[in-house]
């Protein structure tokens, strides 16, 4: 098994344009999680997901969106990235929401 | 109330010593506390979670000591060694809004074992 992969592992974007981070699993969970991690600080909740065509916000949504279309894909899609938004880009699954499985992560830079 | 606080940010411990880290947390209503290693450049990992029903769950080396009554939580690491160096985060969760589990993670902290 896979698990958690991400893609792409590095990005670098201009002020405004968009891009979707990709994000599979193959253990069959239910749930999965989009977290950022900026230097120095823990994991912040973007958006989660408890199943296909189940998604809702977590603790800092703006500027992202999602969506869940089938079990095994999340994507993240950024609209107008904005330097805030640069950050590790971390996604997540989990069978119960409990044990979370983390992917090798999204570095991106906004500049 | 949906805070996890963790102490020290940082830490230098000497190889075969031991490393201690402290989350403290205030909703009683979080019912299973993980801690998380992460490695340079890697996503974070499960390393050893505890539920609130026992006071101490141990796996090889690493110890989880658990205070219900003070709301905090620890993680001791014995005979450190400088593979352990890595950035460690406790977590809690319980059941939101709606009956999903979400986890609430401290901070971090980094540790450093030297040889």
């Known amino acids: 098994n896979a698990g958690v992969t991400q893609t792409p592992k590095f990005r670098i974007l201009k002020i405004g344009q968009s891009m979707t981070l990709q994000c599979t699993q193959d253990m069959n969970h239910n749930y999965m999680y989009w977290y950022r991690q900026d230097p120095g600080m823990g994991l912040k909740l973007i958006y989660y997901s408890v199943g296909a065509g189940i998604t809702d916000k977590g603790e800092v949504p703006n500027g992202y969106n999602v969506s869940r279309s089938t079990t095994e894909d999340f994507p993240l899609r950024l609209e107008l990235a904005a330097p805030s938004q640069t950050s590790v880009y971390f996604c997540a699954s989990s069978h119960q929401g409990r044990e979370q499985y983390f992917g090798p992560g999204t570095r991106l830079t906004v500049t | 109330q949906q805070q996890v606080k963790q102490s020290p940010q940082s830490l230098i411990v000497q190889k075969g010593g031991i490393s201690i880290i402290n989350c403290a947390y205030e909703n009683t209503a979080f019912d299973y506390f993980p801690w998380y290693q992460q490695f340079p450049g890697k996503g974070p990992a499960l390393l050893i979670a505890i539920r609130p029903d026992v006071s101490e769950k141990k796996e090889g080396r690493f110890t989880i000591s658990f205070n219900k009554s003070a709301k905090q939580f620890s993680l001791h690491i014995m005979d450190s060694q400088p593979g352990d160096s890595a950035t460690y985060f406790c977590?809690?969760?319980?059941?939101?809004?709606?009956?999903?589990?979400?986890?609430?993670f401290g901070a971090g902290t980094r540790l450093a074992v030297h040889p």
């Open positions: 977590a809690a969760s319980t059941n939101w809004a709606g009956g999903y589990n979400k986890l609430i």
